[in-house]
């Protein structure tokens, strides 16, 4: 099934500059920031200084009285029209969801919740208006550590509750019938291996600050938003509002970066939707980077408890894992559901024949958390990817070797996993191969034996990432099983112009990752137009009045195949047009490169391409009887079944066992995200994803202080590493198409971040292995790798 760098000629598989980057490169675009309207008003938010506390007053009026202010309100004073932020994932019935107004009326809960608003004539004068507002607070006792949490004594992040558990989910294989019974597999067991991993607090640093402007000066409540998810919100906007959804318009603007952290419906966004109502004039408000630092929504945040059951020889029997998921103090729209997006990921690559998965969500007086790049699935990647090198150890196998003994072989698939997917195609076999060549694998392992028999002070160490992911989020049925409040279909449409240019209309919402260029490579290739004569429109939801956005890896996986949908219902349309024009049957017509001509034709007499027809389709002197003059088609489509990438990330790591500084020397990521149809596309989400999963592994973590002040509140203390501290990255491909998909593409937005965490992490334990460590907590920054040396804290 693998198939390496074949290419079917035309735009599809070229490696086209985007066609989006001039205008983003160079500034000449429309940032949400870089909206002004007549007599616009600015917003800005006074932010809770505590974790917990109740308020017992709020006194605007002084505010009030300050230079250019319009208007000044606390929660109290729009408890009324507010409502609550929504959550749209209940994953279980008796799951805990308490209320999460924008402004907090009685309570905060965590430190950057707001608690005041102020309008103003502008920026400045709101900002200075804040603080004059008067609040007191009765400080209440707060809870941020997920077992105190769960203790019978706990401190609650919300009383009304009486508990800090918002749900536990469960899934068993032996119970759901895709797999034995766990504790069967333990009972035969020869080697169990216990581990606790915790995947440290992480915050989204996408390059524009969340940013909003609300009209409701006009027939509609028009929104402009930097936000991954323009349709979304409209709905959700509508339902919380009140406001019929026909009167609300999103409207995304270029957006620049998101993992995950865009896809929600803000405090922010609901703030200055109400200010709007409330001055009936524009008004903007735009965060800065410690507001978006403090109040944007985290990821990750779980403890991780691994037990693996396996045989001497390494063959792997079954799979405990017991998760404790930090919710924040509040829900986001899909915070309970992104630790499950993870259960189904933990049997990875490997055909292991028992597994069982608890989850228990968890409130604390922190920032709500939610997706963060990947989303659950480089969590769960993380965890079996760093047992597994564990295991190798234990059965002193070389982790490759382990890796080869338990994974899905190519010629498996379609393979039935143990937690209830079917993957549809992989070759982990070839990835790996790949990658172990372009590393220099066994080379790096004679260097790594004499330095440790020279007792080096500077280790290397070897880390290995085989990974796969659940992409195209979808489908429906799928997600709706699972209490998902929404579908994962999407739509396109295609509307062919009188001169044959043609314009798009998808319902994803790209935020960076180059649609229009990809887009237009696909239509290009379905109607035989040039990729320079497609307009690709997304993000306003008058302009693409369906849709279900970007995330999830979804886009291409989803929204392509819509596309090509919507393309072949354009050809069909054409078909008996340029039939009437060749004064042919329809039956005698072929279609290819863009032009339909009469079968068994020489090849010189010219036939008719879709311009032709779209002009035939203008003027309409002349269409067959009963043929509607149009060609536009429009396309949803919600797909049986994800997608599933795969690769192998291979890392060397030098660890200087005096200083704990880490380097990493070498890098290779050998990915197959299916069918490519742009490499320079691929390559560089592949090598984005792989510096955020580096950051994790090695620079970031959210820190919180002991009565909930966040510590790491900017760019100082909070290390997002630059270029200067990342590797050369050695990327390569193999190409397993999607065998139901008509592009045969499986998406690539996360594979680089699920993949790299571990491998980075791997490598750094493998150099100090002989120094008896056997695990170092992320990020593992000089003084947790020297501590874990000196045999002191290595948790």
């Not at 333990?186 to 940013?211: C, G, H, N, T, W």
């Not at 419906?265 to 009936?280: D, G, L, P, S």
């Not at 039956?587 to 290819?592: A, P, W």
Request: with cysteine; net charge negative; proline share 6%.
């Amino acid at each position: 099934m693998t198939v390496t760098h074949e290419r079917p000629s035309g735009e599809v598989g070229t490696a086209r500059r985007r066609k989006e980057d001039a205008r983003l490169i160079t500034g000449r675009t429309m940032w949400t920031e870089n909206i002004t309207l007549p007599g616009m008003l600015h917003l800005a938010i006074l932010r809770s200084p505590m974790a917990h506390a109740r308020i017992t007053r709020v006194d605007t009026s002084a505010a009030l009285r300050e230079p250019g202010v319009v208007a000044a309100f606390s929660g109290r004073d729009v408890a009324d029209v507010q409502g609550s932020l929504p959550c749209a994932w209940p994953v279980t019935e008796d799951m805990v969801l308490p209320d999460h107004p924008p402004v907090a009326v009685d309570e905060v809960r965590h430190v950057g919740e707001a608690v005041a608003v102020v309008v103003a004539r502008d920026r400045a004068s709101a900002v200075d208006a804040l603080a004059a507002i008067e609040i007191d607070y009765e400080p209440l006792p707060v809870v941020l550590d997920m077992p105190e949490a769960l203790a019978e004594d706990a401190r609650l992040v919300h009383a009304d509750k009486g508990t800090n558990k918002a749900y536990t989910w469960i899934f068993d294989s032996g119970e759901a019938g895709t797999g034995q019974s766990v504790d069967a597999a333990f009972a035969d067991a020869e080697v169990v291996i216990k581990r606790r991993y915790v995947q440290q607090r992480l915050i989204p640093a996408f390059m524009e600050p969340r940013s909003v402007v609300v009209d409701p000066t006009g027939d509609q409540q028009t929104v402009w938003s930097a936000t991954q998810i323009p349709h979304i919100l409209r709905f959700l906007m509508a339902v919380v509002t009140g406001t019929p959804e026909h009167k609300v318009r999103v409207i995304a603007p270029d957006v620049g970066g998101g993992f995950g952290g865009k896809l929600q419906v803000t405090a922010e966004e609901m703030i200055a939707f109400i200010a709007a109502q409330r001055v009936r004039k524009p008004v903007k408000y735009t965060e800065t980077r410690s507001d978006s630092i403090l109040s944007a929504h985290h990821g990750r945040d779980q403890i991780q408890e691994l037990e693996l059951a396996a045989r001497r020889d390494g063959t792997v029997l079954g799979l405990r894992v017991r998760l404790l998921a930090n919710m924040g103090a509040y829900m986001g729209l899909v915070t309970p559901g992104v630790p499950l997006l993870g259960a189904f990921m933990y049997n990875a690559i490997y055909k292991f024949p028992a597994y069982r998965f608890e989850c228990t969500g968890v409130f604390t007086n922190t920032t709500l958390t939610d997706a963060y790049r990947g989303a659950g699935r480089p969590e769960a990647t993380y965890a079996i990817e760093r047992i597994m090198d564990e295991l190798a150890v234990e059965v002193g196998q070389d982790p490759i070797e382990v890796r080869r003994r338990n994974w899905i072989g190519h010629e498996e698939f379609p393979f039935n996993t143990v937690a209830g997917l079917t993957y549809d195609s992989g070759n982990y076999e070839a990835a790996t191969d790949k990658a172990l060549a372009l590393f220099g694998y066994d080379e790096l392992r004679r260097e790594q034996a004499a330095r440790r028999s020279a007792k080096d002070p500077v280790q290397l160490g070897i880390g290995v990432s085989t990974y796969t992911e659940m992409c195209g989020l979808a489908p429906s049925r799928v997600l709706g099983a699972l209490r998902y409040g929404a579908g994962g279909w999407e739509s396109a449409s295609v509307r062919v112009l009188p001169t044959g240019k043609v314009e798009v209309v998808t319902g994803t919402s790209p935020h960076g990752q180059g649609h229009e260029t990809a887009w237009s490579q696909i239509v290009a290739d379905q109607l035989g137009v040039a990729f320079e004569d497609v307009e690709v429109l997304h993000g306003d939801t008058r302009t693409s009045h369906k849709g279900l956005d970007t995330y999830g890896s979804r886009s291409l996986a989803v929204g392509g195949f819509a596309l090509v949908n919507a393309c072949q219902r354009v050809v069909d349309k054409a078909k008996p047009i340029a039939a009437h024009l060749l004064e042919c049957d329809v039956s005698d017509l072929e279609f290819s490169g863009g032009t339909f001509r009469v079968r068994g034709a020489p090849s010189d007499v010219a036939g008719k391409t879709i311009a032709d027809c779209s002009l035939a389709v203008f003027a309409a002197h002349d269409l067959p009887d009963g043929v509607e003059p149009t060609l536009d088609a429009e396309a949803t489509y919600d797909p049986a079944n994800f997608s599933f990438p795969h690769g192998t990330h291979l890392c060397a790591t030098e660890v200087d066992t005096e200083t704990g500084r880490v380097s990493i020397r070498s890098y290779v990521a050998v990915d197959d995200v299916g069918r490519v149809i742009n490499p320079l596309i691929v390559e560089g989400q592949v090598h984005g994803g792989v510096a955020q999963g580096i950051a994790q592994a090695l620079f970031e973590e959210a820190v919180y202080d002991a009565d909930g002040n966040l510590l790491t509140g900017t760019f100082v203390d909070y290390t997002v590493p630059s270029a200067a501290d990342l590797p050369d990255i050695v990327s390569d491909r193999t190409e397993t198409p999607a065998p139901d998909h008509p592009l045969g593409v499986k998406g690539v937005g996360e594979a680089g971040t699920i993949a790299s965490t571990p491998a980075v992490v791997n490598a750094v334990v493998d150099a100090l292995r002989p120094y008896g460590v056997n695990d170092i907590r992320m990020p593992c920054t000089p003084e947790r790798v020297w501590r874990a040396v000196q045999g002191g804290d290595r948790s």
